[in-house]
Structure formats: C-alpha cells, structure tokens
C-alpha cells in the first residue's frame, strides 16, 4: 500500500493568475496553510479577488459548505515579499511561462526558504527542470509539479523529477499531491511538453492550421471533436480557455528540444498573441466573450 503521509503543511505560491490562484485553492482547501505571493499589491487584489469567487461558486454549486470556504479563506495569507516564504515546506512558482523569468525566482527562493528540507517547484508546462534546478544551491530539491487548468478541478497533476532531483524529494512531493490534496499523480521524463502537452499540443496547433487554412470553420472544427470524439470541448475553445500566449509558448519550447514540425505555432496564433487576442483571460480568442 502506498503511504500518502505528508511532512508537508506550509505551502508558498508565487504568482496569483489564473494558474497560481488555482493551486492555492487547492492546497488551502486540503488544510494546508498557503502564502501566496505577487509582484504588486493590485495583481495580489486580483488574485485574491479570483480565489474568493472561485471559492464562493464552489458553495453555490454545492461543492462546499460555508463554513469549509471561510476556514479555506482563513487559511490563505497574501505578500508582495518573496522574503516571508522562509518556514515554507514546499514552495510551488506559477508565473508566466517564461525561462528567464522562472529561473530568477527560482534564484531568490533558494537565498530566502531557510529550510533546509524545503521542496522549491515549478508549474511549468514545457520548461526544462534541470534548467531551473541548477539555479540554486539545492538542485536535489528542486522538481516540477504541473497543474493543469483549472486546478480545483482538474484531477491530474504531473510530477517531473529532473536529472538532479533526489528520489526523497519525488517521494515527498507525491505524497503531497497524491495524499494531501487527492490528485492523481503521474510521472513524466524531464522533456519538453511532459505527458500531456506532448500529446495535446500537437492536436491544438493541427485544429489551429486547419481553421487557418479554410478548411473548416471554428464552430465544426468544435463541433466535429466535441459530438464526432465525444471530447467535453473542442480544440479551439480549449486553446482559448488556456490562453492562446500559454499554446504558442509551449508549442515554441517543444519545436526548439526537438525541431518537429507538428511542434511550431503556425503564423495565425502568433499573430492572435501580438494582437493581444489571448483568450478567455482577455475575452477574445478564437470566440469572443465580451
């Protein structure tokens, strides 16, 4: 039988989008106590603003009584200082899906968690880990735990051990995951893409040449997968709903590991991201949800 025992009981979120938010949720509403971090006092508003909602649907939906939000609520504290993630067990970054970004929070956290134990993880959908592991001065403690959207929801959760990762730190964190917060969790290789962005984007960037290229429109390109494939949603709404800017930077991540060309962001969706077109999170995508 498989121990799902956890030493793991604060919890650090760096970034409060639509990702970060998500994790957060989660993890608050598994008992676990969660510090969640944002680079200004407005971005850590709106993202707890979007925790709040979240949490209030939830009870409306029945998911979760009154009680069970407010003691969620309660157990979530917000910073703008990476500082105050120093008792933190387990820290988990969820910013933009951007190497040079990730790699300079990862050099901070390991100056300022002090425990000696701490896990430092990434959410990261397609960067390497072994990148970001030997930023710091503990690359056995560093492996990638990827949510996926939305996290309350979502069962699956990858974990991604890099080369240097110890086997203590992917037994903890699957502890964690697997019994603290009640996901599935499987294991991917430390490649660009993972498990299931290796298969999905593939699928996506295709649905996205086809609706370039005429062949069809959106709404029977959705259609087709959605009552012909019996998929919850089609191809393009799933691209809207992870954000167009999220696609094309997995897609260019997995095209420079292994110059597939099934792997490059065909010119309509790079041209979408320039204009600012990104999907539900600007309310214009392949649909319009002004």
Do not use: W
């Not at 793991?8 to 106590?33: F, H, K, N």
């Not at 069809?216 to 998929?231: P, Q, T, V, W, Y």
């Amino acid at each position: 039988m498989t121990d799902t025992r956890t030493d793991i009981t604060r919890v650090g979120v760096v970034g409060c989008g639509q990702m970060g938010a998500g994790i957060a949720e989660v993890a608050a509403r598994s008992g676990l106590e969660v510090m969640v971090a944002e680079t200004t006092g407005e971005a850590l508003e709106i993202g707890r603003t979007r925790i709040v909602s979240s949490l209030t649907k939830a009870v409306e939906r029945g998911k979760l009584t009154e009680a069970q939000r407010d003691d969620t609520l309660a157990r979530l504290t917000y910073t703008t200082d990476l500082g105050e993630f120093a008792d933190r067990d387990l820290v988990i970054e969820a910013v933009v899906e951007n190497e040079q970004v990730k790699t300079e929070i990862f050099r901070v956290l390991d100056h300022v968690v002090t425990r000696q134990d701490a896990i430092l993880a990434s959410n990261t959908s397609s960067i390497p880990l072994v990148r970001l592991a030997v930023a710091t001065s503990r690359p056995d403690q560093v492996i990638g735990i990827h949510f996926f959207n939305p996290a309350p929801v979502q069962r699956l959760v990858e974990l991604i051990p890099a080369l240097t990762t110890s086997e203590e730190t992917l037994k903890r964190a699957e502890a964690m995951v697997s019994g603290m917060l009640g996901k599935h969790a499987i294991r991917a290789q430390d490649r660009s893409g993972f498990v299931v962005n290796a298969l999905l984007i593939p699928y996506l960037l295709a649905a996205i040449r086809m609706f370039e290229s005429g062949a069809a429109s959106r709404e029977d390109i959705d259609n087709g997968m959605e009552l012909g494939c019996a998929h919850p949603m089609g191809p393009l709404k799933l691209v809207d709903l992870i954000g167009l800017d999220t696609v094309a930077s997995v897609a260019d991540s997995m095209y420079t590991e292994f110059k597939e060309p099934l792997y490059a962001a065909p010119p309509l969706l790079q041209r979408m991201v320039d204009a600012g077109r990104l999907g539900r999170k600007t309310n214009l995508g392949f649909y319009s949800y002004g």
